[in-house]
T-cell receptor, first 113, second 113 residues
Framework: DQQVKQNSPSLSVQEGRISILNCDYT??????FLWYKKYPAEGPTFLIS?????DKNEDGRFTVFLNKSAKHLSLHIVPSQPGDSAVYFC????????????FGKGTKLSVKP | DTGVSQNPRHKITKRGQNVTFRCDPI?????LYWYRQTLGQGPEFLTY????????KSRLLSDRFSAERPKGSFSTLEIQRTEQGDSAMYLC???????????FGEGSWLTVV
């Protein structure tokens, strides 16, 4: 049973436009959410996180939105750049299991010049 | 480089052989984690340490797998009697304290032939 779901395996966006990556979760105990970016043959790189007490967190071109009632979060990248092309993973953890991040399967973002 | 360091980066081994991976976390990070990632999947939690104590192990960690962190600094992950299903990227990560952001290394690729 997948607790963190990224239902879009891939997304293609034009350079300069907005990229929106979505993530749904089922476990209501999750209280901390993260986005990681991964290039082929490399480990995931931390991008941005959000605690369940917030509904938005912004860092430069990256903004994460959390809708707890819908158990949904999204990552917005504005403006998208070709260097953003990578696989993006959504991850979640519950307060009692801080070592155990549950990851989605990832969304491959392609930003075209 | 002060990031999480893993070696070897690539390992090809014959089925039935033992392999060992090493992870050096970011300096002063008390928590160290091991994850595994296969193609098309997100990273899956294996185990984590708080200093030298192994606090949680996933059911994915069969008895052929053993992880140690003897002095609370570097860690090793040993896989005994490797099977083809063990082929994956093994990711190490660390965080300063519980609840802090988890940073990943570049991973160690294992191919069992």
């Amino acid at each position: 049973d997948q607790q963190v779901k990224q239902n879009s395996p891939s997304l293609s966006v034009q350079e300069g436009r907005i990229s929106i990556l979505n993530c749904d979760y089922t476990n209501s105990m999750f209280d901390y959410f993260l986005w990681y970016k991964k290039y082929p043959a490399e480990g995931p790189t931390f991008l941005i996180s959000i605690s369940s007490i917030k509904d938005k967190n912004e860092d430069g071109r990256f903004t994460v939105f959390l809708n707890k009632s819908a158990k949904h979060l999204s990552l917005h990248i504005v403006p998208s750049q070709p260097g953003d092309s990578a696989v993006y993973f959504c991850a979640a953890s519950a307060g009692g299991s801080q070592g155990n991040l549950i990851f989605g399967k990832g969304t491959k973002l392609s930003v075209k010049p | 480089d002060t990031g999480v360091s893993q070696n070897p980066r690539h390992k090809i081994t014959k089925r039935g052989q033992n392999v060992t991976f090493r992870c050096d976390p970011i300096s002063e990070h008390n928590r160290l984690y091991w994850y595994r990632q296969t193609l098309g999947q997100g990273p899956e939690f294996l185990t984590y340490f708080q200093n030298e104590a192994q606090l949680e192990k996933s059911r994915l960690l069969s008895d052929r797998f053993s992880a140690e962190r003897p002095k609370g600094s570097f860690s090793t992950l040993e896989i005994q009697r490797t099977e083809q299903g063990d082929s994956a990227m093994y990711l190490c990560a660390s965080s300063k304290n519980p609840g802090n952001t988890i940073y990943f290394g570049e991973g160690s690729w294992l191919t069992v032939v």
